[in-house]
């Protein structure tokens, strides 16, 4: 199955790429700077998924930013879609069969430490999963990687240490801390805020986790970023879609600044 995927993006002119982007809520349109681009629809590609969340466009997009080989994901796939952990990590595994070095994941999230502002960016030190699920349950891909897997450092430290270099640089306030992935679709309740805050969870959201788990399992390097687009339940009055939407408008130039300046120093 893979071979059959990653077959049709070669014929269709996809060579090589070293980094892999997966975009989150309201940030895809990164990938519409790319250059000498060729951009597929998700429902075009053999055995992928198609995503069908709004902010989310659902394109396969390959060409050049900052002098590498780029390929991004516009759009990811969520488990709270109906998605198994197996599908919504499909594309990872293609960017392994594919030979990609180093996946970035970047989302949309809520604030849970009480210093976060909505607009901020957030690097992801590491990660809480509440979930009680795992992408690697079920037969270990031996090609991609071992059984059990470390997850000591699933997020780079020197991705991490580039993202702080290029904010330096651009004169960008970064946060850092740890992202917490709960199911959705349900944002979280006042009591599961308090919760994560506890156990060390300075952001909550509903994906990133799952790749990143994949894309360590199969050898490639993690770097993460999280786009604050609200305060988390029972920090505001209420929460909705369109405001994760209309914060990750106002971010968008420092996210696209900032991923830019990462991808021209790995």
Not at 5 to 24: D, H, N, V
Not at 53 to 69: D, N, R, S, T
Not at 125 to 138: M, Q, R, S, V
Request: with cysteine.
């Amino acid at each position: 199955m893979f071979n059959e995927t990653s077959q049709y993006l070669i014929a269709r002119g996809i060579e090589k790429p070293q980094i892999a982007l997966i975009l989150g809520s309201g940030l895809g349109e990164l990938a519409d700077e790319i250059e000498s681009a060729i951009a597929i629809p998700y429902e075009e590609i053999p055995n992928f998924p198609v995503s069908t969340v709004p902010g989310h466009a659902g394109k396969l997009i390959y060409g050049v930013l900052e002098g590498k080989k780029v390929i991004a994901l516009q759009g990811r796939f969520h488990f709270y879609e109906g998605y198994d952990l197996q599908t919504v990590t499909y594309p990872v595994r293609i960017f392994k069969e594919l030979g990609v070095q180093t996946v970035i994941v970047t989302n949309a999230a809520g604030g849970v430490n009480e210093n976060f502002t909505p607009g901020d960016l957030m690097i992801i030190t590491d990660h809480l999963n509440l979930t009680g699920e795992n992408p690697l349950i079920g037969a270990n891909i031996e090609a991609h990687g071992p059984r059990f897997v470390d997850m000591t450092e699933t997020y780079s430290k020197r991705g991490q240490q580039i993202l702080k270099e290029v904010a330096t640089d651009i004169d960008l306030h970064l946060q850092e801390g740890v992202y917490t992935w709960f199911t959705g679709p349900t944002y979280e309740t006042p009591a599961e805020i308090r919760y994560a805050r506890a156990i060390g969870g300075d952001a909550v959201g509903m994906s990133t986790v799952p790749e990143a788990i994949v894309a360590k399992h199969a050898g490639m390097e993690v770097v993460g970023v999280s786009c604050i687009t609200n305060l988390a339940a029972g920090m505001q009055q209420s929460l909705n879609h369109e405001e994760v939407m209309e914060y990750s408008q106002k971010a968008k130039p420092k996210f696209k600044q900032l991923l830019r300046g990462l991808i021209s120093r790995l």
